[in-house]
């Protein structure tokens, strides 16, 4: 069974303090691993999508990396308005089109 | 600028009665997701659709739940009847190859927000 473990659940930060998040897998041959974004009161909105280990996607202050069991999103120098729920998910070979999703960290940037 | 959409944004009921929540995909994705989220389950996929007929619905209390899409610009997720362990938020999403061909995309609406009394 394909599963998604992210960590820290929730993690606050000064503007401007780098971190990273943390998202674990198991899937049976990984077709996608993507990271959304998610606003209160609002849907996922989707941010990168990741198919093999070493590849590495940037948008603005977040970078997304992945290695064969687990993806990172870095943040560096953060800004009040990155402060949302980041979740992960992966795609398998055998699920069809299905998103198994991990339960997210919330991040919090304090200015 | 595409979007999914969904009616309604909230919805407050009484258990027992009937909701019908509504979604319109993004025009030329012809897969679409129902998903539910919740605090203590994060999301949870209910039922998909590609080309409008019904691929994989075993997430769904099959007792209460049904999802259909009557047309390519609208499906829809029913509870008949509703009970107070249903109330979350209700998320469809349409999906579409990724640029490089190699995954499936989604893109999700602003959710429905069920409470039910």
């Known amino acids: 069974e394909d599963q998604v473990t992210q960590s820290p659940e929730a993690l606050r930060l000064q503007e401007g303090e780098s971190s990273s998040l943390n998202c674990s897998y198991t899937v049976s041959g990984l077709r996608g691993l993507f990271w959304y974004r998610q606003d209160p009161g609002k849907g996922p909105e989707f941010l990168f999508t990741l198919y093999s280990a070493g590849e590495e996607k940037e948008k603005e202050r977040l970078k997304a990396t992945l290695t064969k069991k687990e993806s990172f999103l870095h943040i560096t120098a953060p800004k009040p308005e990155d402060s949302a729920t980041y979740l992960c998910?992966?795609?398998?070979?055998?699920?069809?089109?299905?998103?198994?999703f991990g339960t997210g960290t919330r991040l919090l940037v304090s200015p | 600028d595409a979007r999914v959409t969904q009616t309604p944004r909230h919805k407050v009921t009484e258990m027992g009665q009937e909701v019908t929540m509504r979604c319109q995909p993004i025009?030329?994705?012809?897969?679409v997701f129902w998903y539910r989220q919740t605090m203590m389950q994060g999301l949870e996929l209910l039922a998909y659709f590609r080309n409008r007929a019904p691929l994989d619905d075993s997430g769904m209390p099959k007792d209460r739940f049904s999802a259909e899409m009557p047309d390519a610009t609208l499906a829809t997720l029913k509870i008949q009847p509703s009970e107070p362990r249903d109330s979350a938020v209700y998320f469809c999403?349409?999906?579409?190859?990724?640029?490089?061909?190699?995954?499936?995309?989604?893109?999700f609406g602003p959710g429905t927000r069920l409470t039910v009394t």
């Open positions: 025009l030329g994705h012809n897969t």
């Open positions: 999403a349409s999906g579409s190859r990724s640029g490089s061909g190699s995954s499936y995309e989604q893109y």
């Open positions: 998910a992966v795609q398998s070979n055998t699920g069809f089109q299905k998103l198994v």
